[in-house]
């Protein structure tokens, strides 16, 4: 399930990070990596707010559709 699609305040384990190798390598870069825990702090129609390795970070939501939990 995509991470846009997870509930609020509900702690998810990030299962695989899809799109184009750019896209991979900027949300790496973030902290968004394959077993990390991430959890969606408020969702909004243009993107999430989303706390990855006691970091809150804004993405949007095509962005939180790569990020298979």
Do not use: Q, W, Y
Not at 10 to 28: P, Q, R, T
Not at 45 to 58: F, P, Q, T, Y
């Amino acid at each position: 399930m995509p991470l846009s699609l997870a509930k609020t305040g509900e702690a998810n384990s990030i299962k695989k990070i899809g799109g184009h190798e750019d896209a991979k390598k900027h949300l790496e870069n973030l902290g968004f990596v394959t077993g990390s825990n991430v959890t969606v702090v408020s969702a909004m129609s243009s993107g999430l707010i989303v706390k990855v390795k006691d970091s809150r970070i804004a993405i949007s939501r095509e962005m939180a559709n790569k990020i298979m939990i």
